[in-house]
């Protein structure tokens, strides 16, 4: 992932090359090919979004609800590049569309919305909601972008995979924002070169570092580079984690629980870690539980 400034420090640009992290999504979820690149586009958003977040408590989430047959997608961003995602249902194939390329719209949907969560420690989450315009994601960003947090973008977002086994061949990820004193003529040189910004994808899937790649999509923009990271895909379930949702769903639901299953086994939707519980451990959790009801009555 770089970031970096094009066209005198006015624009900022952040881009990633992500074969990796989505090949670790497409394998941990069984993802389909379209699945792949639907989830796929939507990791790589989130990663640059994250990319520059200040402390490592500090997420981005995004959630895609558009009614199609592959359900919701959600992804989870942290600092640095740092992604995990999950999708209702991984295994939904489609016919390619009327242009040949897998049809991403088709599996999300064009009926809902999408939702950011914006948490920066210590602050309340910021959550913004946009419907969405394409369900082809990149489209849906650009719009987010500038409806809900008035800031124009271009946004390229493209996932190749290998048509037979699936596999993930390339994923490139671009975004660039013209910043508040961007003169009209560089709008216009970006607006020009929003045709060509799909030649990213090309150039990385024909063999081009990221680096090399940008320099010759920018060539004439004056391309500065700022930072370099590493995207990854990576979860943070733990089992601390999974014991306070145990705890959370309560002295009533819990003492079911163990009444009637004596054990329970929770996955984690990120990265299909199987959590087991036998009867002790839930006790333990059970007393827990009802210290926090004892703390926070039900109103
Ligand atoms: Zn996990």
Avoid: W
């Amino acid at each position: 992932m770089i970031g970096g400034l094009l066209l005198n420090k006015t624009v900022n640009v952040i881009a990633v090359s992500g074969r990796d992290l989505v090949e670790e999504a497409r394998r941990l979820h069984n993802l389909s090919r379209v699945c792949t690149a639907a989830l796929g586009r939507l990791l790589l958003a989130v990663s640059m979004m994250s990319a520059r977040l200040k402390t490592e408590t500090d997420s981005i989430t995004v959630t895609f609800a558009g009614g199609g047959p592959a359900g919701n997608l959600t992804a989870v961003g942290h600092a640095g590049g740092v992604v995990k995602g999950c999708i209702t249902n991984p295994e939904v194939e489609l016919p390619l569309n009327a242009l040949g390329k897998l049809d991403v719209s088709g599996a999300v949907g064009t009926a809902g919305e999408m939702r950011v969560i914006r948490d920066l420690s210590l602050k309340e989450p910021y959550v913004g909601r946009c419907a969405l315009v394409s369900g082809e994601i990149a489209n849906d960003f650009a719009n987010y972008f500038l409806v809900s947090e008035q800031q124009p973008s271009l946004v390229y977002l493209g996932v190749r995979v290998e048509p037979v086994s699936g596999e993930v061949r390339s994923a490139a990820g671009l975004i660039l924002a013209p910043l508040p004193d961007c003169p009209e003529e560089d709008i216009e040189k970006l607006e020009a070169l929003a045709p060509e910004i799909s030649a990213l994808s090309r150039h990385i899937d024909e063999g081009d570092e990221l680096m090399t790649a940008l320099d010759k999509l920018f060539d004439g923009l004056g391309f500065e580079v700022s930072d370099e990271m590493t995207p990854v895909y990576r979860c943070d379930c733990s089992r601390e984690r999974l014991e306070g949702v145990i705890v959370s769903l309560g002295e009533a639901e819990l003492t079911d629980i163990i009444e009637k299953e004596g054990c329970a086994e929770l996955v984690c939707s990120f990265c299909s870690k199987h959590y087991n519980f036998n009867k002790d451990e839930l006790s333990v959790l059970l007393e827990r539980a009802k210290r926090k009801d004892d703390e926070e009555p039900d109103e």
